[in-house]
């Protein structure tokens, strides 16, 4: 089992920019999520999923769209990219017993 | 509102000493809360939850509902430990963080 897995790992993108950030995970978990992660900001929920089909605003969804395209991925979306934006994106799945399974980071730069 | 609330952003202690990382909630109903920890560059990872009540690498966290907190101690800090602590709410709700600096 890979647990989740994120790519990419790293970005650099110029404002303006759009791109497309990948999460899936191999465990069969109905529920994922897409966190920022700021300094002095701890971990800020953009978007969340809590089962295939649905999606739901987090505290920070403005300026991202999401995709649970099937149970397995959950894609985060940036269309416009903002200098705001660069943050350390995390994904995670939901174990059954509620503990959050987190993936490994995306940290992305807007110049 | 559903609120956590981590009022530490740094806590520096010296090899051996108590550590204390305190968590204080805002929650109408039963609380389900967690402790993660990251390790530098490393993926958040599961330290504790309430519900289990157990000792994790030394460390123990109990619910206390009249103060609403979920402080997380240990008697005897590791150069290990040294890490970012967040305490979680459910599932969608996470506190800023601290980051725990063990010094030798």
């Known amino acids: 089992n890979a647990g989740v897995t994120q790519t990419p790992k790293f970005q650099v993108l110029k404002t303006g920019q759009s791109m497309t950030l990948q999460c899936a995970q191999d465990m069969n978990h109905n529920s994922m999520y897409w966190y920022r992660q700021d300094p002095g900001m701890g971990l800020r929920l953009i978007y969340y999923s809590a089962s295939e089909g649905t999606t739901d605003k987090g505290e920070v969804p403005n300026g991202y769209n999401v995709s649970r395209l099937n149970k397995r991925e959950f894609s985060l979306r940036l269309e416009s990219a903002a200098p705001s934006q660069t943050s350390v994106y995390f994904c995670a799945s939901r174990l059954p017993n509620n503990e959050q399974f987190f993936g490994p980071g995306t940290r992305l730069t807007v110049l | 509102a559903q609120r956590v609330t981590q009022p530490e952003k740094l806590l520096s202690v010296f090899k051996g000493a108590p550590v204390e990382l305190k968590c204080n909630y805002s929650?109408?109903?039963?609380?389900?809360l967690f402790w993660y920890v990251q390790y530098s560059r490393q993926r958040l990872q599961l330290l504790l939850r309430?519900?289990s009540r157990e000792s994790i690498k030394g460390f123990t966290a109990d619910l206390n509902k009249g103060e609403t907190s979920f402080h997380l101690k240990k008697p005897f800090a590791q150069e290990e430990d040294s890490a970012m602590y967040y305490c979680a709410l459910g599932q969608l709700i996470f506190g800023q963080g601290t980051e725990l600096s063990v010094k030798p």
């Open positions: 309430h519900i």
């Open positions: 929650y109408s109903g039963s609380p389900e």
